[in-house]
């Protein structure tokens, strides 16, 4: 069982940047997928980035691939997205979310959620 708790947000300009940090506590952080969801009021959750459990594969939605990146430090049981070239678009609630077992980068597929860090990109 783990618990994640996401910070970083922030109101920002087009065209900066904002790191997004998610702590986890609880046991076996390191043995979890992790991924970076987003969702505004009225549309679905959506996937955002995705890192295996030792960092060697990542994902990204085609809509953030080339300005976001994501890592995680498992000695510090913490997963990163750092966000460059931030667009309107991109504003919304992100969530970080683990799973045990890979299946698919969808939100069903995951097993732990995180309560969620407001980022909001002014034109």
């Known amino acids: 069982q783990v618990q994640l708790a996401e910070s970083g947000g922030g109101l920002v300009q087009a065209g900066d940047s904002l790191k997004l940090s998610c702590a986890a506590s609880?046991?076996?952080?390191?043995?979890?997928?992790m991924g970076w969801f987003r969702q505004t009021p009225g549309k679905e959750r959506a996937f955002v980035a995705a890192?295996?459990?030792?960092?060697?594969?990542?994902n990204y939605a085609p809509s953030v691939k080339g300005r976001f990146t994501i890592s995680r430090d498992n000695a510090k049981n913490t997963v990163y997205l750092q966000m460059n070239s931030l667009k309107p678009e991109d504003t919304g609630v992100y969530y970080c979310?683990?799973?045990?077992?890979?299946?698919?980068?969808?939100?069903?597929?995951?097993?732990?959620w995180g309560q969620g860090t407001q980022v909001t990109v002014s034109s």
């Open positions: 979310a683990g799973q045990l077992t890979y299946t698919d980068y969808v939100p069903d597929e995951f097993d732990y």
């Open positions: 609880g046991r076996a952080f390191s043995s979890y997928g």
């Open positions: 890192i295996s459990w030792s960092g060697s594969n990542t």
